[in-house]
């Protein structure tokens, strides 16, 4: 018989998808500030991104440790 998915172990995952969509989401944005000539918006931009790439990493090795 299958497990259920725990509503902490759902939340882990919405998490991870959500921190995944934001990380897509500052890709495109630097993008935009390349064609602007930003620098500033875009080293922003990075920042966000790899927090977000380093949560998704936490969160997937967090939900392994638990399924």
Known sequence: MAEKLKDKDY??????YNASQAADTCNQYMR?????????ARQYF????????????KGK???????
Not at 11 to 16: E, F, N, T, Y
Not at 32 to 40: K, P, T, Y
Not at 61 to 67: E, V
């Open 32 to 40: 935009d500030a390349d064609q602007e000539g930003d620098r500033d």
């Open 11 to 16: 939340d882990l995952i919405s998490v991870i």
């Open 46 to 57: 990075n920042e966000v991104l790899e927090t977000n790439v380093n949560l998704v990493q």
């Open 61 to 67: 090795d967090l939900l392994k440790s638990r399924l």
